[in-house]
């Protein structure tokens, strides 16, 4: 069969199960086509060939026994280069890390792992996870796929292409600002933030770990929601039945909108009526709480990220992209005072953000309020580079800073994206409704 990598992750496990493919052939496509595809050193850092070939013979061996361990035994994954994996370097896209080579799988890879997954190999991604942009001059910049000339969207960069171009059946990511949700939407895929805390982070390369969280980037919302249930050592969501009649969605009408672009309004709004004639009532209202917590932003991310960089990005910052390295350094404009008294107020903000959304079923927006900026205009334009990184996480950073679940869902205009924000670990509901979503956009 040739048009593996056109499956969706579940697909692919239904159809081992059914004896239709076997992983060792799915695993050689994934392998052979991410190989010589020509954009190949864009998107994967290093393939792990042995080991993705060991995991695919042990899948297809207990699927002919009839053992299998779950829906995806047996499917190819690529990983974050910020996931460790043993015996095989993990750089997370900097210089600083070069030869990092650690003895124990993250334990996210484990729990895949445990569960059949196969392993095929680590994706470039931002430097050290601080950008939604995808630029990467110190390792690569993978090019997203509706348009080679621009960036694909970070710090999942290599991630969301890699399913995008076909080279993957599925990715995992990780998510503190947008990282998952960004790229996703600009490569016109599913992308899920978990709740912070809900996914283990064992084992992954930090950036602000109070905000760090692991969510994985497919074709479908069925794929996320058994992706999900892997990681989180649950059953996965039901998603069959799932309708908007009757559901209450609030359009988060405040920052998210400023200075959008018009392609992403364009999606959005599409979007919107499409959900509206599959009978979801639609409020639009402003939350002033959201454009308070957005003020808190640069206290409690940039403090975090250089407090927990600092001594190795100042060992030898000259290894660094300069842009990062100079986003990194603005934590140092604030004191201890400024980030206890941030994140009090935070909670505090979350607890109203709650209680004034409460009656709707989620709050969507637009997924980012741009489209993916050029890779040349972005490494000699000074100001196109500060206002398009300040936007890329604009929108998603709403749902890290109120602690949410997040799915973002392609709108049918290229590389834009609706997002779905529910309370905490309220990933079960986020994701069927997201499967409601799908079905009316399709």
Known sequence: MADYHEMSMCDLGRAIGAGQIDPVDLTAHFLDRAKAHRLSDRIYARFMEDR?????????????AGVRRGLLDGVPVSW????????????????????????????????????????????????????????????????????EAAVSGGSSSGAAT???YGLAAGAIGSDTGG?????????????????????????????VASFDTVGPLCKTVEDAAATFAVLDGTPAPDLRGASLAGTRLLILDNVVFDDIRAEPLQGFEAAVEKLKSAGAKIDRAAVPVVDEAMELSAVLFNTEAYAEWRDVIEAAPDLMYPRILDRFRAGEAFGGCDYVAA??????????????????????????????????????????????????????RVGN??????????????????????????EARLLRLGAAVEAALA
């Open 52 to 64: 993705a070939m060991a995991e695919a013979t042990a899948a297809s061996e207990r699927a002919k």
């Open 80 to 147: 974050k280069d910020l996931f460790d994996t043993a015996g095989v370097a993990t750089e997370a896209g900097s210089a600083l890390l070069k030869d990092r080579v650690p003895s124990v799988d993250a334990e996210a890879l484990q729990r895949a792992t445990a569960n059949g997954l196969v392993a095929l190999g680590k994706t470039h991604m931002s430097e050290l996870a601080f950008s939604g942009l995808g630029l990467n001059p110190i390792t690569a910049t993978p090019p997203c796929v509706n348009n």
């Open 162 to 164: 890699s399913v995008a």
């Open 179 to 207: 990282s998952v949700r960004i790229p996703s939407a600009w490569n016109d895929l599913v992308g899920l933030k978990t709740t912070s805390g809900r996914l283990s982070l064992d084992g992954i390369v930090p950036l």
């Open 343 to 396: 994140w009090k107020m935070l909670h505090r903000l979350r607890a109203q953000y709650l209680a004034q959304t409460a009656g709707y079923d989620a709050v969507i927006l637009p997924t980012a309020p741009i489209m993916p900026p050029d890779i040349e205009r972005l490494m000699t334009d000074a100001d196109y580079y500060v206002t398009e990184n300040l936007l890329a996480l604009r929108n998603t």
């Open 401 to 426: 800073l109120l602690g949410l679940a997040a799915l973002t869902l392609p709108t049918g205009v290229a590389s834009t994206g609706i997002s779905l924000q529910t309370p905490p670990n309220s």
